[in-house]
């Protein structure tokens, strides 16, 4: 670990427990003024306890957090943030019903003689989103504005509160293209005006981009803490989800340009598409061959969702050609498609995907239940046995017995991908499934998309907004753009997160 004396934030030999089980085994971490510590881990290393014990939400079994040598009371918030440490989470805080400038001074108003200074309120808070750059009228409500616009002003308001140290949970989930590149030039801003900045993040390109130091939490132990030039993120990926993972990825890709496009010819096309047109899709043409997985990357209102949600006839369309194994492909139901061998895996887990007071093992067999009746009544044991093999597959961890809501993120992900193994696919449509996941997780999902693919046969189409990942999943890439895409098929052997990014832009 890098000391940094009695200057900067200091967490030292920190360890928590719950219920007899540690999730901090001694955990200490430094923040020097104007650093960035990328800080990451799996589903369960102890992440999100140790950034709520840094912000005073969680009191430790023992250890301390320190600024400039001067201990912070433990288990306070009020305390945290009066020493200087603020923290953004992937939940945002901010009061959708409120203005701009009422979140800017929740809890801090400026009165006089007990009336609300409103106008001197406005004007501070008008300046505060001019330093960030924001188009933002501040007496309009915060729901008014996007996510992107959101987080920046959390951001922007922890800093008027006087943060000298700042935590970001997962701030980029739900930011994309620009809005990831805006949010991230912010970040270097801000520390290179001296704010200690902790980023959590399962993205490794961005904190490549951005980060001095990284840290990876391994099972509630700290793993790595190096500065960043001096670890690979093939060391990172090693140290949270294991050598097979990192392997994995390094046999991935295409070889050279001929052997690439022999590859291509030689497989069979399973999905074309032709000049497809709904109300979002404004002219969509591509194939997707067997064995392969075809990636599809685009910006926000691109069309690539509904291009899946159209393959199983959840989206309505209004012209184009669909075949599928060289025959007329036309569904009007996500069940038709399915009995045709197209399944779809939705990026909304807890919108559309999950039932979350129904136990995994039920999740799982959700399309498939009337597999598991006998005589007209639901044969559990049967029902279980079957599910366990498509769990065990994919890794399921935690009690498969409780509601699936118990689980975590990554592991309600693998049971939607468990779902969609149960109905047997012959194509499989993956919309961003690796969202909200850990490195780890995310890890075990790409060796399961390349094996479907590449060892069992199956066509796979990936919706991706991280560039890294079709990077390193993909066989063959298209972009979209407004609703269109032209067939181009990218090798993602000559793409990087910019030059993907880029193409996305142009395109737009």
């Given amino acids: 670990m890098e000391t940094v004396g009695d200057a900067g ?6 360890v928590k427990s719950y219920t007899g089980t540690t999730v901090l085994k001694g955990v200490s971490i ?3 003024p104007g650093e960035v510590v990328g800080f990451v881990g799996h589903n369960g290393a102890g992440k999100s306890t140790l950034m709520r014990v840094i912000s005073g939400a969680t009191k430790p079994d023992s250890g301390t957090v320190a600024i400039d040598g001067v201990d912070v009371p433990q288990g306070s918030p009020t305390s945290a943030i009066d020493a200087g440490i603020a923290t953004v989470y992937q939940e945002l805080s901010l009061l959708p019903n409120l203005t701009v400038a009422q979140n800017v001074f929740l809890g801090a108003e400026r009165t006089a003689s007990g009336f609300l200074k409103k106008q001197e ?13 924001l ?17 920046l002003l959390e951001i922007a308001i922890a800093t008027f509160r006087k943060a000298r140290y700042l935590l970001l949970d997962e701030p980029t989930t739900s930011l994309e293209g620009r809005q990831v590149d805006n ?8 520390a290179a005006n001296g704010l200690g900045i902790v980023l959590v993040n399962h993205k490794l390109d961005e904190l490549y981009a951005v980060a001095s130091r990284i840290v990876a939490l391994v099972d509630g132990e700290i793993r790595i803490d190096s500065p960043i030039g001096d670890v690979s993120r093939d060391d990172v990926v090693r140290a949270i989800a294991g050598e097979e993972a990192v392997t994995g990825r390094e046999t991935h890709g295409s070889s050279a340009d001929g052997k690439r496009e022999e590859e291509v010819e030689s497989a069979d096309v399973v999905v074309r598409i032709r000049d497809l047109r709904s109300p979002v899709l404004k002219g969509v043409t591509c194939e997707a061959r067997a064995g392969r997985v075809l990636g599809i990357y685009g910006l926000i209102g691109s069309g690539r969702t509904e291009l899946l949600r159209s393959l199983i006839g959840a989206d309505k369309m209004d012209s184009g050609q669909i075949e599928l194994f060289g025959s007329a492909y036309r569904p009007t139901t996500p069940l038709e498609a399915s009995k045709r061998g197209v399944v779809y895996v939705t990026e909304e887990r807890k919108q559309d995907g999950i039932v979350p007071q129904l136990d995994s093992t039920i999740n799982t067999m959700l399309p498939v239940l009337k597999q598991s009746y006998r005589w007209g009544l639901l044969d559990r044991n049967r029902l279980s046995k079957r599910a366990d093999e498509f769990m065990t597959t994919l890794r399921v961890r935690g009690d498969k017995q409780a509601p699936i809501a118990s689980l975590s993120g990554g592991n309600q992900q693998k049971v939607l991908l468990a779902r969609a193994l149960a109905q047997q696919p012959r194509v499989l449509l993956l919309d961003e499934p690796t969202k909200g996941v850990d490195l780890g997780v995310k890890a075990e999902i790409h060796r399961m998309i390349r094996r479907l693919a590449h060892e069992d046969g199956l066509t796979v189409i990936l919706v991706s907004s991280e ?12 972009v979209m753009s407004h609703g269109r895409a032209d067939g181009e098929l990218l090798d993602p052997a000559t793409l990087t997160a910019a030059s993907l990014r880029q193409a996305a832009w142009e395109a737009a």
Avoid: H, N, W
Wanted: aromatic share 6%; with cysteine; net charge negative.
């Fill in 9 to 14: 934030l200091d967490v030292r030999d920190v």
């Fill in 30 to 32: 430094a923040v020097r």
């Fill in 121 to 133: 309120m406005r004007e501070q808070a008008a300046a505060l989103v001019k330093k960030f750059g």
């Fill in 135 to 151: 188009s933002v009228d501040v007496e309009r409500k915060v729901r008014d504005y996007p996510v992107a616009t959101r987080q």
């Fill in 183 to 190: 949010f991230l030039e912010t970040v270097r801003g801000l």
């Fill in 467 to 478: 560039e890294e990942e079709i990077c390193d999943v993909a066989d063959d890439v298209i």
